[in-house]
């Protein structure tokens, strides 16, 4: 394709092992978190009761794996799959682990009470930091899908000294023009509920195939979230704003995410031109923008083997994930081998500029994108 090449990233030398707070507790397997052990917990909120599923415990400097799942999902729905991934569990069992569920969404939760405000977008977010305080979190590396994505790049804006990183898949900052608004009331008259969420969360040619899992995920959502509940979170995320940032420069007192970002959508999701508007609103410097192919609107799902690389990748990019043992080999840790077929992208709209460097610590993230002048690109195309 023209404009496009194939490039292979190969390690110059191994990554070294972790310096944050002397902890090296990586490269002794007995220290290791078990992969179950999960523990539910309900915690008090400026803004309302907020249900989290959490594994293990804070270690040293190292950020807390935070996650928030999508509307018309909730954290099992959303992240089971990714997570279930065996080598992902190669990853998270070196982290505390936190899934979030936005509040009324989880399984089993009651109905919220007739004349319940549900929280705002702004309001879930201001959340987050009671969450980080109960379990005494020095900071976060936040993985949130659609309106989850929107609510952690909110929290990262609002706190971002708790924020280490975040991967944002399917995010749009943009809020609903009177139009759109218009367009989801009148469909909400004439369509149920998980026909109104399905079309957010999976590609046209997915709904047009009427593919297992979209039948499944009809079922799911019908099934086993409160329909009341979602109701509200549905009509909160569609009475968003616009998420207020701008790649410095571009405005007066621009204000963008200082932490490197990872933002990641899938071919022909629907989402797709959101993300490409997200990406034009960061530094980039530190933003990678990933498009996987033949994945979907839920690459978390139908690729998690691919997102899971790239998360690797990124957490070593910001010096955590020092050496990974290879399930595949019987020997003892290996630097784990470079992410391969990434394709450049041809349009200017998504090339960030970054440090390829594999350790990079936390002053680094915080530079001004005229640093980056220069530099190889971080924006990538995940190909294969």
């Not at 629907?270 to 923008?289: Q, R, Y």
């Amino acid at each position: 394709m023209a404009g496009m090449k194939e490039q292979q990233f190969i390690e110059e030398k191994p990554l070294l092992p972790e310096t944050r707070g002397q902890d090296t507790e990586m490269e002794n397997c007995e220290t290791f978190v078990p992969v179950g052990d999960w523990k539910e917990h309900d915690i008090d909120t400026p803004y309302g009761m907020l249900h989290v599923v959490i594994r293990g415990a804070p270690k040293g400097n190292k950020p807390a794996i935070l996650t928030y799942h999508d509307v018309g999902l909730n954290h099992k729905l959303c992240f089971n799959t990714l997570f279930h991934n065996e080598d992902m569990r190669e990853i998270t069992k070196h982290f505390v682990v936190c899934h979030v569920d936005a509040p009324g969404q989880h399984i089993g939760a009651p109905q919220l009470p007739p004349g319940y405000q549900y929280p705002t977008m702004d309001q879930l977010a201001g959340m987050l930091p009671s969450v980080v305080q109960h379990f005494g979190f020095k900071s976060i590396v936040g993985i949130g899908v659609g309106a989850g994505a929107y609510i952690l790049a909110k929290f990262a804006l609002i706190f971002p000294d708790l924020v280490e990183g975040l991967v944002l898949l399917n995010i749009d900052p943009n809020g609903k023009g009177w139009i759109d608004w218009a367009a989801t009331k009148l469909s909400g008259l004439t369509s149920t509920l998980p026909d109104m969420v399905l079309p957010h969360l999976f590609s046209q040619e997915e709904l047009m195939n009427n593919t297992e899992l979209v039948q499944s995920y009809r079922q799911q959502i019908n099934n086993t979230i409160n329909q009341f509940n979602l109701q509200l979170f549905w009509n909160m995320y569609n009475s968003r704003r616009d998420l207020e940032m701008n790649r410095s420069g571009t405005v007066l007192n621009a204000k963008t995410l200082r932490c490197p970002v990872m933002l990641v959508v899938g071919d022909n999701a629907p989402a797709e031109e959101g993300v490409v508007e997200c990406n034009s609103k960061l530094d980039p410097t530190n933003t990678t923008f990933l498009k996987m192919a033949d994945s979907g609107g839920l690459p978390q799902i139908t690729q998690p083997g691919k997102l899971t690389e790239a998360f690797k990748y990124f957490l070593q990019g910001m010096g955590y994930i020092a050496y990974i043992k290879d399930r595949r080999m019987s020997g003892g840790p290996v630097p784990s081998a470079s992410m391969t077929r990434l394709a450049r992208s041809r349009t200017a709209s998504l090339t960030s500029g970054g440090s390829m460097d594999g350790s990079r610590n936390r002053a680094c993230t915080h530079s001004d994108s005229s640093e980056g002048v220069g530099q190889v690109s971080h924006t990538m195309e995940v190909s294969c």
